[in-house]
């Protein structure tokens, strides 16, 4: 497993109810299957996309520019670092 050694967004805000991330995306690209890594100081865990989500709308792939919302598998914080996982 090789992890990009720069971030290619952040965590915007964390719904801790529905346990969804919105993710803004500064570089790069994510897809339905992709790895990713959340990480923020020593709190960090892995998971691989299963949906994405933008305006409400099911989307397959986002990309540099793009603010989606994501299922987390464990709780997150604002201002987490999101990885992409190779």
Do not use: C, N, W
């Not at 529905?18 to 299957?33: E, F, L, R, S, Y």
């Not at 992709?34 to 986002?62: C, N, P, T, Y």
């Not at 464990?74 to 201002?79: D, H, I, N, Q, S």
């Amino acid at each position: 497993m090789i992890i990009m050694d720069k971030p290619i967004g952040k965590v915007a805000h964390y719904y801790d109810k529905i346990g969804v991330a919105v993710v803004d995306i500064t570089t790069g690209a994510i897809k339905i299957g992709d790895s990713i890594k959340f990480k923020l100081g020593d709190d960090e865990f892995s998971q691989v996309v299963e949906s994405l989500q933008m305006e409400h709308k099911s989307v397959s792939s986002v990309k540099k520019g793009d603010s989606f919302g994501l299922k987390v598998s464990e709780p997150t914080k604002r201002g987490t670092l999101v990885y992409l996982v190779s």
